[in-house]
């Protein structure tokens, strides 16, 4: 009695289930290490294909650099990291934005060469951006700060380059304040570096839709 209730203990033989759930296990397992090994080799070729864009991108700055540069042959400019810098005393009188007859007259000179470097470089565009010192304005009832002051000043210039050929889709005007300094505002000589205007080539995508 006690040998047959031992034999009917497992009357169904359980082996064939358990091996094929095993076999499943070892089939998911594989799977996703399949998957993993895919995805692996797809982040490498991402990287590898960034790491090129990248490369590209430095390529382009440096040549960019290069043609930027040779608009400061006047003088009347500073190129710095790829941007064209006009200090304020050159185009505008203290706490004015109307150009002075020599800024204005510059600008109609620089105006050219920067539509010809735009045809030749269809996705860039030119950003225009107006810079003060810390002095706050006072004397002019047209502008309540800075911002309004720098904002008016590089929407004149950015006239300016457009009646000289510069086309309308590929210039944006910025008035930046006081709040990007080039050096601290800490004597004159240091206010004077700071009160400037910035033209600088950048993405078209990188400020607008289209």
Do not use: Y
Request: avoid cysteine; aromatic fraction near 4%; proline fraction near 4%.
């Amino acid at each position: 009695m006690r040998r047959g209730a031992r034999r009917d203990l497992f009357p169904v033989n359980v082996w064939p289930p358990f091996v094929d759930a095993l076999a499943l296990v070892v089939a998911a397992f594989v799977l996703l290490m399949a998957i993993a090994l895919v995805a692996q080799k797809a982040l490498a070729t991402r990287m590898r294909e960034r790491e090129r864009e990248v490369a590209a991108l430095r390529t382009d700055r440096d040549r960019l650099v290069r043609r930027m540069s040779a608009l400061a042959a006047t003088g009347m400019v500073e190129v710095e990291d790829g941007k064209v810098i006009l200090q304020g005393e050159v185009l505008f009188d203290s706490g004015s934005d109307e150009l002075r007859p020599a800024g204005r007259e510059f600008l109609m000179r620089l105006a050219p060469q920067l539509a010809g470097l735009l045809s030749a470089e269809g996705d860039l565009m030119v950003l225009v951006g107006g810079h003060t010192d810390d002095k706050l304005v006072r004397s002019n009832a047209r502008f309540a700060s800075n911002w309004e002051l720098s904002t008016a000043r590089a929407t004149a210039v950015t006239r300016v380059l457009m009646g000289g050929g510069v086309p309308a889709r590929q210039i944006v005007a910025a008035g930046f304040g006081a709040e990007h300094p080039r050096t601290p505002n800490s004597d004159e000589a240091a206010r004077r570096r700071n009160r400037r205007i910035e033209v600088l080539l950048v993405p078209i995508h990188a400020v607008a839709s289209r």
